[in-house]
């Protein structure tokens, strides 16, 4: 692993309150990782449900415009729509959503690795084009309120996710997985989600419940 992380990143693991150099002045104009990324940014519940929010439009009907679906190791998952650049940047660079864009948005150059049940962020190397970033607190950087919700949220996220993949994958029916992406789609993104209640709790409800059917 650490060999791994040697070939991609400085090589060191920060947490939550670690000082790291990631700081460009706001950017300063540049809008380079938000051009060519393919469908690389993906889309988690929490970010479904604070793009629906802030743009105040149903999931679904993002799907139109904004948000694609691909597929992860046999799993449907949504992403950003891009034609050379992301949906979301404006004529003058800037990112139009930018108070409630995705947490690989937020992350940038940062990336999330988990391990012994923990998040953690490594600084990706040559990722970023600025030059001479300065050092910002990682929970500083990320600006999500509520650390400890918010990376139980992501653990729980990507623990699902890996055993949602490890059931397609083993599974020989397609009507069958197809049945189940549809299912797991809709339990997360496509139901609507309250927006004055708090996000955690309706997404471990839908949790419990993609569970049930993942190990029927």
């Known amino acids: 692993m650490q060999r791994d992380l040697a070939e991609i990143s400085d090589g060191k693991i920060y947490g939550w309150n670690d000082m790291v150099r990631v700081s460009c002045n706001d950017c300063a104009g540049c809008s380079s990782c938000c051009r060519d990324m393919a469908d690389t940014v993906k889309v988690d519940p929490y970010d479904a449900f604070f793009l629906t929010k802030g743009l105040e439009k149903e999931f679904e009907t993002l799907l139109s415009k ?3 679906l691909g597929v992860e190791e046999g799993m449907i998952l949504p992403h950003l729509k891009t034609d ?16 409630f864009r995705p947490g690989i948005c937020r992350l940038f150059p940062l990336g999330r690795i988990y391990e012994d049940g923990k998040v953690s962020y490594i600084l990706q190397t040559g990722e970023c084009e600025k030059q001479n970033c300065s050092k910002v607190k990682v929970g500083k950087w990320l600006n999500i309120p509520d650390r400890t919700r918010y990376e ?3 653990m729980a996220w990507y623990r699902l996710r890996k055993e949602a993949q490890a059931v397609i994958a083993a599974q020989q029916d397609e009507e069958l997985v197809k049945t189940l992406n549809m ?13 004055q209640a708090d996000f955690y709790s309706q997404f471990e ?7 049930r059917i993942l190990r029927a």
């Open 66 to 68: 904004e948000i694609a």
């Open 84 to 99: 050379g650049a992301c949906v979301f940047l404006n004529q003058e660079g800037r990112c139009k959503i930018h108070a």
């Open 152 to 154: 139980a949220f992501a």
């Open 183 to 195: 299912f797991l789609l809709h339990n997360f993104y496509l139901k609507p989600y309250d927006m």
């Open 205 to 211: 409800k839908r949790l419990e419940q993609a569970y």
